[in-house]
Structure formats: structure tokens, C-alpha cells
Nanobody, 124 residues
Framework: QVQLEESGGGLVQAGGSLRLSCAASGRTFSSVTVGWFRQAPGKEREFVAA????????YYAHSVKGRFTITKNSAQNTVYLQMSSLKPDDTAVYYC?????????????????WGQGTQVTVSS
């Protein structure tokens, strides 16, 4: 069993930056893929980025590629999402999720564990 806890959300102006953290407990992140998803008001939850924990291969949604970077700190069992050049459209609750496989996937139903989410609000 893996417990995930997100942190780092907040209010930022357009063009600004935030770094989200996803800390795992219960089990390590070995042999898993960790992903970030987001859900804006009135919209479905969507894939943002993912990292295969062992190989460190990454994958990004088109809407965030070049602006967001997903990284990991194996010693601290933490995955980060560095978000730059933020836009009002990035406003959402951001969720961290883990998948019991080293193959990166983007579908919500392919992830086994979820955090409670952290709010990111980008003002114009």
C-alpha cells in the first residue's frame, strides 16, 4: 500500500512559478510510475505529467510541455512538479498518483493510488 500526499499549491500570478511535491509513505516508489493529474472546476480530471521511477523516463501532456518539469528524489521518496510560465488555464486541483508498473501511462484508471490533491490558482 502506498499513501501519497501533495503539497506546494497556492495562488500565483500569471507567468509565475510553483513547485508541487508528492511524498510517498507506506512503500517506496520503486518499480512504479508516478503521475500528476489535474481537475479544473466543471472539467474532467486530466493527465499532466508522469515519470517512470526507476528509468526516470518522463512524459508530458501537450498543454504543459516546455513549461512543467517532473523530477524525483529517490532518497526522499518524493516526486516534484515544477510549474513555470503559469497561465490562468492551469488553475485546478492537482493530484499525485502512483501506478504499480514502470510503464508510463496517461489514463486515470491505470493508476492504483491517489493523493487528496492540492489547489493551484493562477490569477490573470
Amino acid at each position: 500500500q502506498v499513501q501519497l500526499e501533495e503539497s506546494g499549491g497556492g495562488l500565483v500570478q500569471a507567468g509565475g512559478s510553483l513547485r508541487l511535491s508528492c511524498a510517498a509513505s507506506g512503500r517506496t516508489f520503486s518499480s512504479v510510475t508516478v503521475g500528476w493529474f489535474r481537475q479544473a472546476p466543471g472539467k474532467e480530471r486530466e493527465f499532466v505529467a508522469a515519470i517512470a521511477y526507476v528509468a526516470a523516463m518522463t512524459y508530458y501532456a501537450h498543454s504543459v510541455k516546455g513549461r512543467f518539469t517532473i523530477t524525483k528524489n529517490s532518497a526522499q521518496n518524493t516526486v516534484y512538479l515544477q510549474m513555470s510560465s503559469l497561465k490562468p488555464d492551469d488553475t485546478a486541483v492537482y493530484y499525485c498518483a502512483a501506478r504499480r508498473s514502470s510503464t508510463v501511462r496517461t489514463g486515470l484508471d491505470e493508476y492504483d493510488y491517489w493523493g487528496q490533491g492540492t489547489q493551484v490558482t493562477v490569477s490573470s
